[in-house]
């Protein structure tokens, strides 16, 4: 090996030596870390170069200084609530998480490990502190930490809308959605408050553009939600058409909307989400989140974002959350209305029965006011025109105790007064008139008198629809239906209800008006074309029946008559015209007053027959009628009778009841054959009987059997007075629902 080489290995051996005699010093001082020591309070005693340049201070500036001194405010708390405890009930500290301070202001980040160095009794004596740089280390904590958080935080939104979805699934009403999507809205972004708005159209006769109205609230006081209702009127498509936004509390926002900021101020809002829900490029309405400073008793967030700034995350959260919320709204509302005209179905057609069921107008009204409030509405009214002019036949409130407010203004109703604003319009227009809302200034234009005010101010109506009654190109009357403020305004569909309504009753009044003009027609009628009460007749007592069918026009072709006659006789005559309508009628008229005219005479019975057969075709009578004719002999008690086609008389003598043995010629109107008279004579204390088929008649059994009852009921009876027998011989053959008419006369003679 040559000398130089040899040389040059020896003077690295000689460095090396000297570095390794001075590696203690050298080492302490420029160390890859800092070391310091200090007394037990704390003070500096020993720095190394290594902190002093960390730090940009001099050995000279850092002796004699506390270390917490040179830490951040946090790194103070914790050095004095965690490092100083922990050290001096350990002795010994390790990693440490502490911000140095710099001159310049800025922070290092440090791990600090030290020891507590004791003396035999076990007091302190001094703390050897070894502090590393951790720069790095906390960037790669931090993003460990963020990674993790981000991790986490995407986690938890999808279990939110996991959360979300499932619980749309379940909810079947609009209610149920509102309420899923503003309490999971509100706990994903922490709110303190949210609600929801949906899309509503406006009623008829107003602007044609939508409104909002709150389906559900959470959190938020009245006053602010006034507030953005407010703010959102006349702009609803503005409000839907901008997205999802975020109105931040500030200057802008004060002077565009002060009481909306004010509203948020008091509130303690920084700012406000606006997120719209929609389903199908279809807006169908927005849910408001709102955001707030954290309040006393609330956690301290230390990673609180700044006030009106979404995440990315938070901003995809929110527009899936938007979406499928507006996906649940309308498979909601769609549900909703399959419901809703399931009911309205039902409710027609119970309309339908009630109606058909009812007996007559008055009953119809009663029946579809009752319908009306069970489902419907609160208050149904019912005005009629009549003959008379309008009149108020029906009132009813759904709620038995508020009945009295509908009955008092009946004292305001027609035929007292005019008809109400609404009710009088749609009769007048024959056009239903819809009143949403009643807004108080309306309700005090409209209603003039101050006590009829009051009573409609009880009711507390918040909306109003009248129905004109029309059949046939006649206005019948009006239905006005109200709802008060706790049922909410009528719908829409509400108002396509009462109309059908309306128009199923105006139907059926059209025929029940029809039946009852028919009804007190026939009524008339037949009082006129009836003679009046038999009149008293010595010697005799009389007794006389007439029941009108239960079915049709209460009008028939029966008739009966008593007439004294000169020389002690007394005519008598009870017939049947073929048929049970007015025409019947009109015939059984002209047939009595013939009949009458012909007494002037005093003809025998078979002789009356004979005219009447030969005078029919003169009369042009186009019905057929058949007729018992019979003549008294009021001092002999001498009978005579003759039939045109009638059942014979019965006659009740001593406990017993025979059918005489009339023998009966053809109809009257039939081909004409001469008439047969029975003669007899009509016992002292016997009694009479003459009758109308429809007495007898029966669709279950032939006449053979009725006329067998008929004389079962008579002996059965046993009595002579007259009155008493007419009245037990209808309870025993005329049953409650008649297809003929009946005329019964019993005739006693006088012992």
């Given at each position: 090996?040559?000398?130089?080489?040899?040389?040059?290995?020896?003077?690295?051996?000689?460095?090396?030596?000297?570095?390794?005699?001075?590696?203690?010093a050298?080492?302490?001082?420029?160390?890859?870390?800092?070391?310091l020591?200090?007394?037990?309070?704390?003070?500096?005693?020993?720095?190394?170069?290594?902190?002093?340049?960390?730090?940009?201070?001099?050995?000279?500036?850092l002796?004699?200084?506390?270390?917490?001194?040179?830490?951040?405010?946090?790194?103070?708390?914790?050095?004095?609530?965690?490092?100083?405890?922990?050290?001096?009930?350990?002795?010994?500290?390790?990693?440490?998480?502490?911000?140095?301070?710099?001159?310049?202001?800025?922070?290092?980040?440090?791990l600090?490990?030290?020891?507590?160095?004791?003396?035999?009794?076990?007091?302190?004596?001094?703390?050897?502190?070894?502090?590393?740089?951790?720069?790095?280390?906390?960037?790669?904590?931090?993003?460990?930490?963020?990674?993790?958080?981000?991790?986490?935080?995407?986690?938890?939104?999808?279990?939110?809308?996991?959360?979300?979805?499932?619980?749309?699934?379940?909810a079947?009403?609009?209610s149920?959605?509102?309420?899923?999507?503003?309490?999971?809205?509100?706990?994903?972004?922490?709110?303190?408050?949210?609600?929801?708005?949906?899309?509503?159209?406006?009623?008829?006769?107003?602007?044609?553009?939508?409104?909002?109205?709150?389906?559900r609230?959470?959190?938020?006081?009245?006053?602010?939600?006034?507030?953005?209702?407010t703010?959102?009127?006349?702009?609803?498509?503005?409000?839907?058409?901008?997205?999802?936004?975020?109105?931040?509390?500030?200057?802008?926002?004060t002077?565009?909307?002060?009481?909306?900021?004010?509203?948020?101020?008091?509130?303690?809002?920084?700012?406000?989400?606006?997120v719209?829900?929609?389903?199908?490029?279809?807006?169908?309405?927005?849910?408001?989140?709102?955001?707030?400073?954290?309040?006393?008793?609330?956690?301290?967030?230390?990673?609180?974002?700044?006030?009106?700034?979404?995440?990315?995350?938070?901003?995809?959260?929110?527009?899936?959350?938007?979406?499928?919320?507006?996906?649940?709204?309308?498979?909601?509302?769609?549900?909703?209305?399959?419901?809703?005209?399931?009911?309205?179905?039902?409710?027609?057609?119970?309309?339908?029965?009630?109606?058909?069921?009812?007996?007559?107008?008055?009953?119809?009204?009663?029946?579809?006011?009752?319908?009306?409030?069970?489902?419907?509405?609160?208050?149904?009214?019912?005005?009629?025109?009549?003959?008379?002019?309008?009149?108020?036949?029906?009132?009813?409130?759904?709620?038995?105790?508020?009945?009295?407010?509908?009955?008092?203004l009946?004292?305001?109703?027609?035929?007292?007064?005019?008809?109400?604003?609404?009710?009088?319009?749609?009769?007048?227009?024959?056009?239903?008139?819809?009143?949403?809302?009643?807004?108080?200034?309306?309700?005090?234009?409209?209603?003039?008198?101050?006590?009829?005010?009051?009573?409609?101010?009880?009711?507390?109506?918040?909306?109003?629809?009248?129905?004109?009654?029309?059949?046939?190109?006649?206005?019948?009357?009006?239905?006005?239906?109200?709802?008060?403020?706790?049922?909410?305004?009528?719908?829409?569909?509400?108002?396509?209800?009462?109309?059908?309504?309306?128009?199923?009753?105006?139907?059926?009044?059209?025929?029940?008006?029809?039946?009852?003009?028919?009804?007190?027609?026939?009524?008339?009628?037949?009082?006129?074309?009836?003679?009046?009460p038999?009149?008293?007749?010595?010697?005799?007592?009389v007794?006389?029946?007439?029941?009108?069918?239960?079915?049709?026009?209460?009008?028939?072709?029966?008739?009966?008559?008593?007439?004294?006659?000169?020389g002690?006789?007394?005519?008598?005559a009870?017939?049947?015209?073929?048929?049970?309508?007015i025409?019947?009628?009109?015939?059984?008229?002209?047939?009595?007053?013939?009949?009458?005219?012909?007494?002037?005479?005093?003809?025998?019975?078979?002789?009356?027959?004979?005219?009447?057969?030969?005078?029919?075709?003169?009369?042009?009578?186009?019905?057929?009628?058949?007729?018992?004719?019979?003549?008294?002999?009021?001092?002999?008690?001498?009978?005579?009778?003759?039939?045109?086609?009638?059942?014979?008389?019965?006659?009740?003598?001593?406990?017993?009841?025979?059918?005489?043995?009339?023998?009966?010629?053809p109809?009257?109107?039939?081909?004409?054959?001469?008439?047969?008279?029975?003669?007899?004579?009509l016992?002292?204390?016997?009694?009479?009987?003459?009758?109308?088929?429809g007495?007898?008649?029966?669709?279950?059994?032939?006449?053979?059997?009725?006329?067998?009852?008929?004389?079962?009921?008579?002996v059965?009876?046993?009595?002579?007075?007259?009155?008493?027998?007419?009245?037990?011989?209808?309870?025993?053959?005329?049953?409650?629902?008649?297809?003929?008419?009946?005329?019964?006369?019993?005739?006693?003679?006088?012992?």
């Open positions: 090996m040559p000398d130089a080489e040899r040389r040059s290995g020896s003077d690295v051996r000689a460095q090396l030596d000297q570095l390794l005699e001075d590696d203690p050298d080492l302490y001082e420029n160390a890859p870390c800092g070391y020591s200090t007394l037990p309070d704390g003070r500096i005693v020993k720095v190394n170069r290594t902190f002093c340049a960390w730090t940009g201070r001099t050995p000279e500036q002796l004699h200084t506390r270390l917490r001194d040179v830490l951040s405010v946090g790194g103070q708390v914790f050095h004095d609530t965690h490092l100083a405890p922990l050290l001096r009930m350990q002795g010994a500290v390790r990693e440490v998480a502490l911000d140095v301070v710099r001159v310049d202001g800025s922070l290092l980040p440090c600090v490990n030290a020891v507590e160095l004791r003396d035999d009794t076990g007091a302190p004596l001094m703390v050897r502190a070894t502090l590393f740089e951790a720069t790095a280390r906390r960037r790669y904590e931090r993003d460990i930490l963020a990674a993790h958080r981000a991790a986490e935080e995407s986690e938890a939104r999808s279990r939110t809308l996991q959360q979300v979805v499932s619980e749309l699934a379940r079947t009403t609009v149920d959605v509102a309420t899923v999507v503003v309490e999971q809205a509100r706990g994903a972004l922490r709110a303190r408050g949210a609600a929801l708005w949906l899309v509503t159209d406006r009623a008829a006769g107003e602007a044609d553009r939508p409104s909002l109205v709150v389906a609230s959470d959190g938020l006081p009245d006053g602010l939600l006034a507030e953005l209702a703010a959102a009127e006349g702009r609803v498509a503005l409000e839907l058409a901008e997205g999802l936004r975020t109105l931040v509390l500030g200057d802008r926002l002077a565009q909307r002060p009481r909306l900021a004010a509203a948020m101020a008091d509130a303690g809002l920084h700012s406000l989400v606006v719209p829900v929609s389903a199908a490029s279809r807006a169908l309405g927005v849910l408001v989140l709102a955001l707030g400073e954290a309040r006393a008793g609330d956690l301290i967030d230390l990673d609180q974002p700044v006030p009106g700034e979404l995440s990315a995350r938070d901003v995809d959260l929110l527009w899936t959350l938007g979406r499928q919320a507006g996906q649940a709204l309308e498979r909601a509302q769609l549900h909703e209305e399959t419901a809703r005209q399931g009911e309205r179905s039902a409710f027609l057609l119970d309309a339908a029965r009630l109606l058909a069921g009812a007996a007559g107008v008055e009953e119809m009204v009663e029946r579809l006011a009752g319908l009306a409030v069970s489902g419907l509405a609160d208050v149904c009214m019912i005005d009629l025109v009549t003959e008379h002019g309008v009149r108020r036949v029906g009132a009813r409130h759904a709620d038995p105790a508020r009945q009295h407010l509908v009955d008092e009946r004292e305001w109703a027609p035929p007292a007064r005019d008809l109400p604003y609404p009710a009088r319009q749609a009769l007048n227009l024959r056009r239903t008139q819809w009143f949403p809302v009643i807004a108080p200034d309306w309700l005090e234009s409209a209603v003039r008198d101050p006590r009829e005010l009051a009573a409609v101010q009880g009711l507390e109506l918040a909306s109003i629809v009248a129905v004109p009654l029309v059949a046939e190109g006649q206005a019948l009357g009006v239905v006005t239906l109200s709802a008060d403020r706790r049922r909410g305004g009528f719908t829409a569909a509400d108002v396509d209800v009462a109309e059908q309504l309306a128009a199923q009753l105006s139907l059926v009044m059209a025929k029940a008006q029809r039946y009852e003009f028919e009804s007190r027609t026939s009524h008339t009628l037949q009082a006129n074309l009836l003679p009046p038999p009149p008293e007749v010595p010697g005799i007592a007794a006389v029946r007439y029941l009108a069918a239960t079915r049709g026009v209460e009008v028939g072709g029966d008739f009966y008559d008593v007439a004294p006659l000169p002690g006789q007394v005519a008598i009870v017939g049947d015209v073929v048929g049970h309508d025409t019947a009628a009109a015939t059984m008229g002209q047939l009595r007053s013939v009949y009458r005219s012909l007494l002037v005479e005093s003809p025998a019975p078979s002789a009356v027959i004979d005219r009447l057969q030969a005078s029919w075709p003169l009369l042009g009578l186009q019905r057929l009628a058949t007729a018992l004719f019979a003549t008294l002999d009021l001092t002999s008690g001498r009978l005579r009778i003759a039939s045109a086609g009638h059942p014979p008389p019965l006659l009740l003598t001593g406990g017993r009841a025979e059918y005489l043995p009339v023998r009966p010629s109809m009257l109107g039939a081909p004409p054959a001469p008439a047969q008279e029975w003669t007899g004579v016992p002292p204390g016997a009694t009479l009987v003459l009758f109308t088929d007495l007898v008649e029966s669709r279950a059994d032939d006449i053979d059997a009725g006329l067998a009852r008929l004389r079962a009921s008579a059965r009876t046993a009595t002579s007075d007259p009155d008493e027998l007419c009245d037990r011989l209808l309870s025993d053959l005329a049953g409650s629902h008649r297809a003929d008419d009946i005329a019964l006369l019993a005739l006693t003679r006088a012992r």
